[in-house]
């Protein structure tokens, strides 16, 4: 069973064309990395997936229901879609609990005790549980971003989109934020992410997609996409991905 | 540009060290610079407003001036009166401010919504802050406060309090809404894209998440706007409303002494300075928070 399916996806904005009839099936509890430049259409595709952006053709079901339905309830959708940014966007007025709390009481409808205490669980085992009463300026960028995740799996979405989480981070904390990825991998969340990092990529990813002018030009285990690139286009990008020393 | 900089973090360390040779002369030497500051500011104060003091008191015309505007005498007499028409600046100031909060916010919201049932009011709101900010207050003072009566409608209030107050309120809430209202614009669209993504409607995006900071981020431009109001209430004295600047009129055209608006205005900077002062306060602590903010 697919989570997500996206067929025949376009999108471009004004004269600039980002996705170009990409298609992608995510099958449950599997990760999926978006590989590919800067512009490639990695964030748009995510962003259209969470209705952010909307489509110019094409359809998107998650669960075999059609979310690119014009007529569908988008707070429905986005309760079973969790979102992380490359910038974080948590609220800065917010205590990190309250960063955490505020889908689950004021979506969800969980009662506030219960809420908190889930929140403080997930808190507990990603070692924040001490900067639960912080506010996120007190807070490193690896724990602002991992503070994210947090936020968007409390709901327990059925999918979660990482949007180069890690892309804003020192390269010393970037470990910190991709080990909650890979926890989240082991407990069978579902997922896509888009990324650069590709070690990292190598080891989640079920299946690795590497776009190029918003279309999937290579996709297939990381041992075929990233070890032994077949496409002269995947290989030039690897190349310069190397060259820049993310390898 | 490092992300890993809780700066409050190594506050917590004790740093102490004995300073070194160098360090004691160059504390010694910026002290000395800042004594030698110090005095050249303090001479060049005393010359220069001490020889404007001066240039006035021994100016021919001084004594007049002093006897017109400066009879303390008369004064003290008249404060009485004068402080009492204060009170109902102040009243009116406290009353209009608390009208002005809900009307202004809800014409904000209203301007900033997005809702299709709401699109004629939407179109209303803007039109109504064209207007309201584009017309002088006195003129709507004067609209409201002699026109309503001329339509002798039973049971309006003729009262001129709350007809210059009605005035007040309908002009301000204007101007609020348009400080509001900007502070709603500046947050940043990825807060409602996060809050969005969360499953949140979009009018709770706004109460829980937009609103919040807004606000927080409006303090200073509204506490601007109440000092301006406080001193707006006196225009309602053009009604027959007796307020300090009323009384101070009333006093004044028995002597054509001019002392009496001489201490109004006292009266009223006695409040304005003080919130003035603290506005500044709170601005510059809200700019010092958002500079944390965008180094963290």
Redesign the interface.
């Known amino acids: 069973m697919n989570v997500l399916e996206v067929k025949n996806l376009r999108k471009s904005f004004e004269e600039n064309i980002v996705l170009n009839d990409l298609s992608l099936a995510v099958p449950d509890h599997t990760a999926t990395v978006l590989i590919g430049a800067s512009g490639s259409g990695k964030s748009t595709l995510l962003r259209c997936i ?1 209705l ?1 952006d909307t489509i110019d053709d094409g359809s998107i079901f998650l669960d075999g229901k059609e979310i690119s339905d014009p007529e569908i309830n ?3 959708v ?2 079973n ?3 992380v ?1 490359q ?1 974080f ?5 917010m205590s990190v609990l309250d960063n955490i709390m ?2 689950p009481v ?3 409808k969980i009662a506030k005790e219960q809420a908190r205490d889930e929140a403080m669980t997930l808190l507990r085992r990603f070692d924040l549980a001490d900067k639960a009463e912080q506010y ?7 724990q602002q971003q991992r503070v994210a995740i947090i ?2 799996i409390a ?1 327990k979405p059925r999918l979660l989109l990482l949007d180069e989480v890690t892309s ?3 390269p ?2 970037v470990n910190e934020v991709l080990s909650i990825v890979r926890d989240l991998k082991a407990d069978g969340m579902a997922m896509v992410l888009a990324t650069h990092e590709m070690g990292f990529a190598t080891q989640v990813a079920d299946e690795v997609c590497f776009l190029k002018d918003g279309n999937i030009i290579e996709r297939g285990p990381a041992s075929q996409v990233i070890s032994a690139p077949q496409q002269d286009e995947t290989k030039d990008f690897l190349r310069r991905v190397h060259e820049a020393g993310r390898l | 540009m490092s992300n890993d900089s809780p700066a409050r973090e190594t506050s917590g360390r004790a740093l102490s060290w004995t300073p070194s040779q160098r360090e004691l002369e160059r504390q010694a030497a910026r002290k000395a610079i800042g004594r030698k500051k110090a005095l050249i500011a303090t001479i060049s104060s005393v010359i220069v407003i001490g020889s404007l003091i001066r240039l006035v008191i021994t100016s021919p015309g001084w004594q007049t001036v002093k006897k017109t505007f400066f009879d303390w005498a008369f004064g003290g007499e008249v404060l009485g009166a004068v402080a009492k028409g204060l009170i109902v600046n102040v009243r009116l100031t406290i009353i209009a401010a608390i009208l002005i909060g809900i009307f202004a916010m809800t014409l904000a919201l209203l301007r900033t919504s997005r809702s299709a049932a709401l699109t004629p009011f939407r179109i209303m709101a803007t039109a109504y802050v064209d207007i309201f900010r584009g017309v002088p207050l006195l003129l709507v003072i004067l609209l409201i406060g002699f026109g309503v009566p001329a339509l002798r409608i039973e049971g309006l209030t003729n009262s001129v309090l709350i007809l210059g107050t009605t005035a007040v309120v309908l002009t301000y809430s204007a101007y609020v809404a348009e400080v509001i209202r900007s502070g709603i614009l500046s947050i940043h669209p990825s807060q409602r894209a996060a809050a969005r993504s969360l499953g949140l409607s979009a009018s709770q995006t706004m109460r829980h998440v937009v609103l919040p900071q807004a606000l927080k981020r409006v303090v200073p431009p509204l506490l601007n706007d109440l000092v301006a109001l406080l001193k707006d209430t006196g225009l309602v004295s053009i009604l027959g409303v007796t307020d300090a600047v009323r009384a101070a009129q009333i006093a004044s055209s028995r002597t054509f002494n001019y002392t009496p608006y001489v201490t109004a205005a006292i009266l009223f900077l006695l409040i304005t300075i003080p919130l003035t002062r603290y506005t500044d306060r709170v601005l510059a602590k809200s700019i010092k928070r958002q500079n944390a903010q965008g180094a963290a």
């Open positions: 969470n952010l988008v707070d429905d986005r309760k879609l969790g979102m940014f910038s966007n948590l609220f800065p007025h505020l889908s004021r979506v969800h996120p300026d007190r807070l490193s960028g690896g936020r968007s709901v804003a981070l020192d010393v904390l």
